[in-house]
């Protein structure tokens, strides 16, 4: 999802630079040992780095091989316990040792779901079946902190705005950032209903967590309704942005809304991406838990069935933000050709494919003046009879069903260009649809 990935690296960009300035990472001693004595005796040699370690499941186990990799293992001449329980409790309060991520005051450690068991089942589990239950495990807490992050913005942001809103009876909220605003409360609503499912679920199942996938499928339909989140954004957080450096009413409350400890030292736009986020990880959540599930496992046909509509669903919704923006794409290109007439080029259905100069290889020109000064696009003789066009003005606004001929006049005061239509644009005739009649149903549709 191009659109969604491209504003997500913005900001994650932006957070980084942030996050690097207050270098928090946690360290350890890195010891060698000492074999002048019998007597196991380390030095201290100097510190050494503990890494987040990426995975697409924040919360996934690292490998044990990555593991040595980070932490010193001392020398134990003492050989008698080689009890394979006990190399598994090992293993697993390395792996407790290792996994941190990045916060917004440093580095902590992940919670993760052996923290949460018995050390015993867990080093009776098999390694696929421990990968699962951590997954399952990152759903179902990243579920109930996208809720308590939805709820914070609605309570700390959205309820005070309509509040002041009431008391000096006139609205502040310009119209995308209300829209962006009333997606947020809606997807509120949802998810906590989601989320409460897959407690329940959690609950009645703990320790070992059998299927959540046919929770997820039933509600899988909610992301439909984040293509109007898309649509509106980058138009909501221009508009924000434009308050705060006002300072109007909107942007003196949102700056002072931020400023309080519940907001994490973070910014309104910043809670907005919350949404993206969400939505960039559920694809791979739901990859990682079919790749941790068995073929013929109890949850293996709801969990393909899952990832499946999921892909169908968010396609749709990057369908309908692409649809979106080459119709705001041609309305605007429409504002800045003179000479259409009654043709409208903003219509369903057609695409902008390019705006750019009919003759590309200008200075190939300069060394053949007379096909230069032979070159003369006329215009509908109606119109104009005599008028020659600089060949260096002429542009081609090319649409999958249509190709203009435009010249450029000049640029609008956003450094945009304006043209002046020189082909004859298609009458109303020939830009209308067919209709046939289906036999087999009583609708019609478009040829």
């Known amino acids: 999802m191009s659109f969604i990935g491209s504003i997500y690296r913005r900001d994650s960009a932006q957070r980084k630079s942030q996050v690097l300035k207050t270098p928090t990472t946690p360290t350890t001693e890195q010891t060698t040992p000492h074999h002048k004595t019998s007597k196991m005796s380390f030095k ?115 309820q005070p705005i309509k509040r002041a809103e009431e008391k000096s009876k006139k609205p502040i909220v310009p119209e995308n950032l209300n829209k962006i605003f009333n ?64 300072k109007d009413k909107l942007g003196r409350l949102v700056k002072s809304q931020q400023k309080l400890a519940s907001c994490r030292n973070m910014p309104l736009s910043t809670y907005l991406l ?14 990682n838990l079919l790749k941790c599930t068995e073929k013929d496992g109890f949850d293996y046909e709801n969990t393909v069935s899952l990832k499946t509509k999921l892909d169908q669903v968010l396609n749709d919704v990057e369908e309908q933000k692409r649809s979106h923006d080459n119709m705001e794409r041609l309305r605007e290109l429409e504002t800045r ?30 060394k053949q003046p007379s096909l230069r000064k032979s070159l003369t696009v006329m215009s509908d003789p109606a119109q ?36 002046t239509l020189i082909s004859r644009p298609p009458t109303p005739l020939d830009d209308e649809p067919v209709l046939v009649h289906k036999s087999e149903d009583s609708g019609v549709y478009y040829d």
């Open 44 to 158: 201290v040699s100097g510190r050494i780095h503990i890494p987040f370690l990426h995975n697409t499941a924040k919360t996934a186990p690292a490998k044990e091989s990555t593991l040595q990799s980070v932490l010193p293992t001392p020398i134990n001449n003492n050989k008698n316990n080689n009890n394979n329980t006990t190399q598994k409790k090992n293993s697993i309060n390395l792996r407790r040792q290792t996994i941190v991520h990045r916060t917004d005051n440093g580095y902590r450690r992940n919670t993760i779901w052996s923290d949460t068991v018995d050390v015993d089942l867990v080093a009776n589990l098999s390694p696929r079946e421990l990968n699962r239950q951590e997954v399952l495990f990152e759903i179902i807490k990243t579920e109930h902190e996208y809720v308590r992050d939805l709820r914070l913005i609605e309570e700390l942001f959205i």
């Open 183 to 246: 997606s947020i409360s809606y997807f509120l609503f949802i998810h906590e209903v989601i989320s409460n499912c897959l407690n329940e679920r959690q609950e009645a199942q703990s320790p070992l967590v059998r299927s959540i996938s046919d929770i997820l499928l039933a509600y899988v339909w909610v992301f439909r309704a984040y293509a109007p989140y898309l649509i509106h954004y980058e138009d909501a957080l221009r508009e924000l942005e434009k308050s705060i450096r006002k």
């Open 274 to 287: 919350k949404p993206f986020q969400r939505l960039l990880k559920y694809p791979l959540l739901i990859m």
């Open 337 to 366: 050709i003179h000479g259409l007439g009654p043709f409208r080029l903003a219509v369903n259905n057609r695409q902008l494919v390019s705006e750019s100069p009919a003759c590309r290889n200008i200075p190939s020109l300069k």
């Open 384 to 419: 104009s009879s005599n008028r020659r066009h600089s060949v260096r003005n002429l542009y081609t606004l090319e649409c999958n069903d249509i190709v203009l001929l435009a010249e450029r006049t000049g640029v609008t005061k956003e450094g945009q260009p304006l043209y």
